[in-house]
């Protein structure tokens, strides 16, 4: 049986989300970026694997964020968000000097953007009645 949208699992996969985009880089210094150049670039097992999981993250939230919605739904995704950072410049709510706070937003429309992409089949079956299947070579 196929399952439709709902907002709790929405937000579960953007927790998820924010996890794995601030797990990876972020300005406050504690992140899997940091961490190796903290570390001299010696890489050891912790840090290997903790970065083989990021990666396993990435490529699951990659893939199907590009699946669902394509080249062309990211690109507009992205210019949507990158608008409305240059819309709270432009209202005077956030200055290009705050690099720490663009960096924030950045990260957090970075995870939106992902987690409306892996949700994005139970969000559009929703809107439309459509449903996405993938297709599958026999």
Known sequence: MYQ??????????LLFAVLLVAGTWNPTGYS????IANNGFNLQP???MA????LIGW????????LSMGWLGVI?????????IWLFVDLGWLTLEASGTI???????LSI???VGISWSHIRRRLTGQLDVDHVEE
């Open 4 to 13: 439709s949208f709902d907002f709790g699992s929405f937000m579960l996969r």
């Open 32 to 35: 899997y970026a940091n961490w």
């Open 113 to 115: 953007l992902l987690a």
């Open 103 to 109: 960096s924030w937003l950045g990260l957090v429309l």
């Open 76 to 84: 507009l995704g992205t210019a949507l968000f990158g608008s409305i």
């Open 59 to 66: 490529i699951i939230y990659l893939r199907a964020t590009f």
């Open 46 to 48: 912790l840090i290997l």
């Open 51 to 54: 970065g083989i999981l990021l």
